[in-house]
């Protein structure tokens, strides 16, 4: 009988935001106020990126840290040195700036392939997040790890099966992830991910909020990190 932490929660929440931009801490505070965890990828040089080393540092005194890439550039499209130094490099440069072990990665656009697997291993990450929607079980491999919802009402949802029926009978991104978590099962894993520049943009903060909100009052949950989950899954 497994007698740690687990056992006694119903669903798990994790989060995770990408670029690294201002209104990262507008998430962050939003986080807070509802107890909920949350894994800020950051990559070294990109144009939505307006974070200094300064805002990364003190977003890491509550919140994980990953790595998005040296200069986020899709990992696919570029040879195994390539992909390696956009790796490594990064990971050094995050642990540079806040003193702490960079243990997750986020492909760059969700893409990926099994060199960039192998990639992301060698170069020391436990986690590994994709783009990959509509998964609510725990992951088998932890380096392709898909998420239940990005917090954007993107066109490309459309083209799969499965986000076409979402958005015809949900609509919007707020009551698809709605949806998607009251089907999430006990001990499953609801996993969203957004930017804030696009919460921002879209001046989609009361959505936010009220998805929150939602979130943490229908069922027991215990809020992890992105790198919380591999430990979750060497424990079951």
Request: glycine residues 6%.
């Amino acid at each position: 009988m497994r007698t740690h932490l687990f056992d006694f929660m119903s669903v798990i929440i994790t989060t995770s935001w990408d670029d690294g931009n201002r209104f990262d801490f507008r998430v962050s505070e939003m986080l807070e106020k509802f107890s909920l965890k949350g894994t800020f990828y950051i990559p070294v040089q990109y144009s939505h990126r307006d974070l200094d080393d300064k805002d990364v540092l003190k977003l890491s005194k509550k919140f994980e840290i990953g790595s998005h890439g040296l200069t986020h550039t899709r990992l696919t499209s570029l040879g195994m040195g390539e992909k390696m130094k956009e790796l490594v490099d990064s990971k050094k440069n995050l642990e540079k700036i806040v003193h702490k072990k960079i243990k997750c990665f986020a492909y760059p656009y969700g893409a990926y392939d099994t060199e960039s697997l192998e990639c992301v291993r060698s170069a020391g990450y436990t986690f590994a997040r994709t783009s990959k929607e509509f998964h609510l079980g725990k992951q088998k491999n932890t380096l392709v790890s898909h998420i239940s919802l990005e917090l954007s009402n993107k066109i490309s949802r459309l083209l799969s099966p499965r986000g076409f029926w979402y958005v015809i009978t949900c609509g919007s991104w707020t009551r698809i992830a709605k949806r998607l978590f009251d089907k999430t099962p006990d001990n499953g894993v609801f996993h969203v991910f957004g930017h804030s520049w696009e919460i921002a943009k879209n001046n989609e903060w009361k959505k936010l909020e009220q998805l929150f909100k939602y979130i943490t009052s229908r069922k027991e949950f215990i809020s992890l990190n992105n790198s919380e989950l591999v430990i979750e899954k060497m424990m079951n």
